[in-house]
């Protein structure tokens, strides 16, 4: 457009000059040779113009001609080089497809018409075709070989690396990417590898180098890095604890103002400063982490604040967390336990069973079987809580990868990935998946049809016991759990007349020891008709 807008301007521009000379003849006298030439100005003007352009035609005809072996092998230059590239666009479709023996084909047609020097990817071709051929050991030295090429070097790396993960050698991969990762950080692949292995030796202060650098490279966003760095921080505090407290303190304190809804940093941050004799600050810490999401290991850090306290005090402590988090199973737990240590059972029975309503687990079944055992020392209660707590759902733990552990760890022992642990209940147990029937409250009462009875035979009346209903109730377990064989018809009419009679109280008679019925299930079930047939 800017041409096509200048030459419209030099052709405006000349016409407006021979315009010009129109208007104002004149004549142009030339001696040259004894001769006298005489012309007029417009004519001397359209000749000037003349000989100017033959002369500029003249030139670029010499130069064609002066430059034409040059032309022609550019042009034929140009042809191979398309046709080269032509063929190594084919053969990285064809690598990309799977088709080795096509890539391999196209590798050596690129290879003869491009020089290798000139266009790299012909090595990458080349590689790609011997890994899809299965030969792994010419595709690793293609890649050994990139790594003198500075523009290849990354390639290379990325191609070791993905070699050493084929064949499971993490320490190789790990190296490859903690190369790249110092030549480009902003490469996910490098760095995340390298943050692995830093995590995996300890190393705290790279890690948390290498995740400020992910950051200014804006491989990762803001509040990711933040959470990275609480991590880090989290687990420099544990490591630094006996050592250096002073610096464990200091990176506890950071983590938690990054996160301070992360139970694991306001743990740390809270023990540093609970061995420096600064409960008040550290109290506060596990306030604001308990109001954003309740946990155990707050709880029991909170309530053992000053380890000089009585066990009232510690009570106080545990209904001042629960004051900040009503209506939650997990403060009342921490009021149950701390009741317990108190002696104080009614309490800790009532906060128990309070969890047990708001989120029934088995932690909650086990601490109640704890309060019955101490108050009473009624083992087939005792039992009975017990086997509620196995069909019970599991309690949230820190679990990563399948793997449940009792405490936070900064890394996954699996897979070694970074912040991999979440506080979550783990897998539910086949148990629980099967028999939590069993405690629902509407279970119906299984009822046992009759036989197809002869024709000879008297119709038989239904049974009303005049047992309680508890023993009613527990003939009805005891015949679901053990199997029993239901009395047939042909077996009571053969029972002799002189028979002595068993009420059914001294037929169903427990252990001494046998749980019997749950009175709260007893209570919430009303009596039922028990059909014999």
Do not use: C
Not at 384 to 408: C, F, H, I, N, T
Not at 458 to 463: A, G, L, N, R
């Amino acid at each position: 457009m800017i041409r096509l807008l200048a030459f419209l301007i030099v052709v405006f521009a000349l016409g407006l000059g021979f315009a010009w000379l129109a208007d104002r003849p004149g004549d142009m006298v030339v001696t040259f040779n004894g001769y006298q030439y005489q012309v007029s100005l417009m004519v001397a003007a359209v000749a000037i113009v003349a000989v100017v352009a033959a002369v500029m035609i003249l030139w670029w005809l010499v130069r064609s001609l002066w430059n034409s072996p040059y032309t022609i092998s550019r042009y034929f230059r140009v042809r191979r080089r398309d046709r080269g590239y032509q063929a190594l666009s084919t053969g990285m479709i064809a690598a990309g497809a799977g088709d080795g023996a096509l890539a391999r084909k196209k590798t050596k047609e690129a290879a003869k018409l491009i020089r290798s020097d000139q266009e790299p990817l012909i090595h990458l071709l080349e590689a790609q075709a011997s890994l899809l051929e299965g030969d792994h050991e010419g595709a690793r030295q293609k890649f050994e070989s990139m790594l003198d090429d500075p523009e290849m070097r990354l390639l290379g790396l990325r191609g070791l690396y993905l070699e050493a993960e084929r064949l499971g050698d993490r320490n190789a991969a790990r190296h490859y990417a903690g190369r790249a990762a110092a030549v480009a950080p902003q490469l996910a692949w490098a760095a995340e590898s390298t943050l692995e292995e830093l995590t995996a030796r300890g190393d705290w202060d790279g890690a948390l180098k290498l995740v400020e650098a992910q950051k200014s490279t804006r491989q990762i966003e803001r509040d990711a890095a933040s959470r990275r760095r609480a991590v880090l921080l989290t687990a420099k505090a544990q490591s630094l604890a006996d050592s250096d407290p002073a610096a464990a303190r200091t990176a506890a304190l950071e983590a938690n103002k990054l996160r301070p809804d992360f139970a694991p940093a306001a743990v740390a941050a809270a023990a540093a400063l609970f061995k420096q004799n600064d409960v008040r600050k550290g109290s506060k810490i596990l306030e604001t982490a308990w109001r954003a999401e309740p946990h155990p290991e707050i709880a029991e850090l909170y309530t053992h604040a000053r380890p000089g306290d009585a066990v009232l005090d510690r009570l106080n402590r545990a209904k001042k967390l629960q004051e900040m988090k009503k209506n939650h199973a997990e403060s009342s737990m921490t009021v149950a336990r701390a009741a317990l240590d108190a002696q104080d059972f009614s309490t800790a029975r009532s906060e128990a069973e309070a969890a047990i309503r708001m989120d029934r687990r088995e932690g909650a079944y086990l601490l109640l079987a704890d309060i019955e055992e101490a108050e009473t020392g009624d083992q087939g209660k005792v039992r009975q809580l017990l086997s509620k707590a196995l069909r019970a759902p599991r309690d949230p733990a820190w679990v990563a990868d399948g793997v449940v552990s009792e405490r936070w760890a900064p890394v996954s022992p699996v897979t070694g990935r970074l912040d991999a642990f979440e506080w979550r209940a783990p897998m539910e147990r086949l148990g629980q998946l099967i028999d939590s029937r069993d405690d629902a409250p509407d279970a119906a009462v299984p009822v046992i049809e009759a036989l197809a009875k002869p024709a000879s035979e008297k119709p038989i009346d239904v049974i009303d016991h005049a047992a309680p209903a508890n023993e009613a109730r527990g003939k009805e377990v005891e015949s679901r759990e053990d199997h029993v064989t239901p009395v047939t018809a042909p077996a009571f009419a053969a029972v002799p007349a002189d028979a002595e009679a068993v009420e059914p109280a001294e037929e169903l008679a427990r252990l001494p020891d046998d749980p019997g019925v749950d009175p709260d299930d007893e209570a919430e079930k009303s009596p039922r008709r028990f059909r014999l047939f």
